[in-house]
T-cell receptor
Framework: DAKTTQPTSMDCAEGRAANLPCNHS???????VYWYRQIHSQGPQYIIH???NNETNEMASLIITEDRKSSTLILPHATLRDTAVYYC??????????????FGKGTKLSVKP | DAMVIQNPRYQVTQFGKPVTLSCSQT?????MYWYQQKSSQAPKLLFH???????NEADTPDNFQSRRPNTSFCFLDIRSPGLGDAAMYLC????????????FGPGTRLTVL
């Protein structure tokens, strides 16, 4: 079972920041937080991952709380093309011995004009 | 561009008629995964290859088999498809020496008549 909890859906106005929360209260010390997204009718796409420090790349920023029990993915200037299901996944750095990604239900983000 | 390719994108088969889905990659990644994604659900891992080593998920039905003849190609065989096997099948790859960033193909949508 997925070790994360996310809101089912969120709306965001185009051009505004989208802040997607994720709860992972049972995360263990060697586990990372990964974010993927899946645009309709496409395969999932990796966005970003982090352990305890905040991370930023060209797609998004990841803010992890000090106790690591929750995190927030930030899309700084959401566009219509960011409409997708966003998955927050907890996994150790190399996916463990089985290399698994266990997807939860994710958050369906709708970016509106 | 290096990528993960899945053919065909859409496959129709008859109940009980064996079907094979294919995946190829130009990333030279040593780990390859097959996921099943049913309508409105999250992707679910079926099995994966770590190099030549096959790893089956405990709840993957025996009806599903896989072959990996070389690094670049991986096949998903469904021996006797049932109506419940209609889904999107996603192939993904990863380099085991890097964090758990998986690269997904566009998927094959399987319809069972």
């Amino acid at each position: 079972d997925a070790k994360t909890t996310q809101p089912t859906s969120m709306d965001c106005a185009e051009g505004r920041a989208a802040n997607l929360p994720c709860n992972h209260s049972t995360i263990s010390g060697n586990e990372y937080v990964y974010w993927y997204r899946q645009i309709h009718s496409q395969g999932p796409q990796y966005i970003i991952h982090g352990l305890k420090n905040n991370e930023t790349n060209e797609m998004a920023s990841l803010i992890i709380t000090e106790d690591r029990k929750s995190s927030t993915l930030i899309l700084p200037h959401a566009t219509l093309r960011d409409t997708a299901v966003y998955y927050c996944i907890v996994s150790d750095r190399y996916g463990g011995s089985q290399g698994n990604l266990i997807f939860g239900k994710g958050t369906k983000l709708s970016v509106k004009p | 561009d290096a990528m993960v390719i899945q053919n065909p994108r859409y496959q129709v088969t008859q109940f009980g008629k064996p079907v094979t889905l294919s995946c190829s990659q130009t990333l030279n990644h040593n780990v390859m995964y097959w996921y099943q994604q049913k309508s409105s659900q999250a992707p679910k891992l079926l099995f994966h290859y770590y190099d030549k080593d096959f790893n089956n998920e405990a709840d993957t039905p025996d009806n599903f088999q896989s072959r990996r003849p070389n690094t670049s190609f991986c096949f998903l065989d469904i021996r006797s498809p049932g109506l419940g096997d209609a889904a999107m099948y996603l192939c993904a790859t990863r380099n085991s020496g890097t964090p758990n960033e998986q690269f997904f193909g566009p998927g094959t949508r399987l319809t069972v008549l």
